[in-house]
C-alpha cells in the first residue's frame, strides 16, 4: 500500500509488515500501527513511521550497534504481551532523538521498543531500576 511519510515522502509499505502497538507508544497512546522502514543506503538507522499520521516518525536503532555492552531485562509480562515464546522472534530498537549537529544525537535506553517480528506486535517497555536514561550520546 501507498502511504506518505515524514521523511522519504510518497512510499509503497507492505500491509503485512505493519506493526501494530496495542498500547502506542509513550505520550503517543492513540497512535497504534507503525511501519519499520529502511533508510536508503544506511544500514545502522530505520524510520519507525506512524500509518495513521504521515508526521509523526522517528529514527530507531538496533542498541547492540551502537552500545555493545547494552544490558536489558524485560519482564516476562511485558514479552508476552507481544506474544514472544523465543528469543529470535524479538527485535530490540531505541529511539533517537536528533537536534542540531550529528555529534548531538542521543538514543533513548531507558525506554526500548520490542517487536515480534514473527506477528508484528510491538511495544515501548520503561525498564525498571535501569543505569540507562533517555540521552545516551551515540557518537562520543
Not at 35 to 49: G, R, T, Y
Amino acid at each position: 500500500m501507498k502511504t506518505d511519510t515524514k521523511i522519504l515522502g510518497n512510499i509503497e509499505v507492505d500491509k503485512d509488515s505493519v506493526i501494530n502497538f496495542a498500547g502506542g507508544l509513550l505520550g503517543l497512546e492513540d497512535y497504534k500501527k507503525y511501519a519499520l522502514i529502511a533508510l536508503p543506503d544506511n544500514d545502522k538507522f530505520l524510520c519507525l513511521q506512524s500509518m495513521e499520521d504521515a508526521g509523526l516518525a522517528f529514527f530507531v536503532i538496533n542498541p547492540w550497534d551502537f552500545f555493545p555492552d547494552y544490558e536489558i531485562d524485560i519482564p516476562d509480562g511485558e514479552i508476552a504481551d507481544v506474544g514472544i515464546g523465543q528469543p529470535e522472534q524479538a527485535r530490540v530498537y531505541c529511539i533517537l532523538t536528533v537536534s542540531g549537529e550529528i555529534k548531538d544525537i542521543t538514543a533513548n535506553l531507558l525506554a526500548p521498543i520490542v517487536i515480534n517480528c514473527d506477528k508484528n506486535r510491538g511495544k515501548q517497555v520503561v525498564l525498571a531500576e535501569s543505569k540507562y536514561n533517555t540521552k545516551h550520546r551515540l557518537f562520543q
